[in-house]
């Protein structure tokens, strides 16, 4: 019944590394979302996409870079991993049309980068 | 662009009380707006949303209301059961930007004691 797949639940990478979170969706959505989850923080859009080779910077896109090479999935690029990235990451789709009928979100991957 | 703020960031009630929670946002061109409750460990997933044409919605022990003259909207639970503990994120869409893109509050931290 897992509609929105992350790859990995929990990850640890060290300082530098390039890091690739992975995110598909079996539910024919076009829009994706990339938000990180800080207690406190709630939840900010890194990136999302609305369709195919697609992408929008959302609110904190620094550091990170995303692909979506196919509809359904859609990557989380790290470029060169730092501690402030630390953090849980949750990817999420939805529904492209005139009314919105939220989203459908990833478990999360927790990265804990050292 | 949008912003929102949620309010409490931690909530304790008794079991039976009633809970609220409010969020204010500041794009006053957004037209919808959803509640999301994460349990420990798990994705967030949509509990109650409203549209920007209605004030008020409930399903069951759960209702949300919009006041778009003072852009700020509350989710209520009645009848408070232990299982109702998680946190609660509440969001936005801004019209600008488009793709159902959603903003979202810090999150409100709902403890219910038995």
């Known amino acids: 019944d897992v509609k929105v797949t992350q790859s990995s639940r929990y990850l640890v990478k060290r300082t530098g590394e390039k890091v690739f979170l992975e995110c598909v969706q079996d539910m024919d959505h076009e829009n994706m979302f990339w938000y990180r989850q800080d207690p406190g923080l709630g939840l900010r859009l890194i990136y999302f996409?609305?369709?195919?080779?697609?992408?929008e910077k959302g609110d904190i896109p620094e550091g990170y870079s995303v692909s979506r090479e196919k509809k359904e999935r859609f990557s989380l690029i790290l470029e060169s991993a730092s501690t402030n990235q630390t953090s849980m990451y949750l990817c999420a789709s939805s529904l492209e049309g005139d009314s919105n009928y939220g989203y459908t979100f990833g478990s999360g991957t927790r990265l804990t980068v050292v | 662009g949008e912003n929102v703020e949620q309010h409490p960031s931690t909530l304790s009630v008794q079991e039976g009380d009633s809970a609220v929670i409010k969020c204010t946002y500041s794009?006053?061109?957004?037209?919808?707006f959803p509640w999301y409750k994460q349990e420990l460990g798990k994705r967030p997933q949509l509990i109650i949303d409203?549209?920007?044409?209605?004030g008020e919605k409930k399903d069951q022990r759960i209702a949300v209301t919009l006041n778009k003259t003072a852009k700020h909207f509350s989710l209520h639970i009645t009848e408070t059961q232990p299982e109702d503990s998680a946190v609660y994120f509440c969001a936005a869409e801004p019209v600008s930007g488009g793709y159902n893109k959603l903003i979202f509050g810090a999150g409100t931290r709902l403890a219910v004691h038995p």
């Open positions: 794009d006053s061109a957004s037209n919808y």
């Open positions: 409203i549209r920007s044409n209605v």
């Open positions: 996409s609305y369709d195919v080779k697609m992408k």
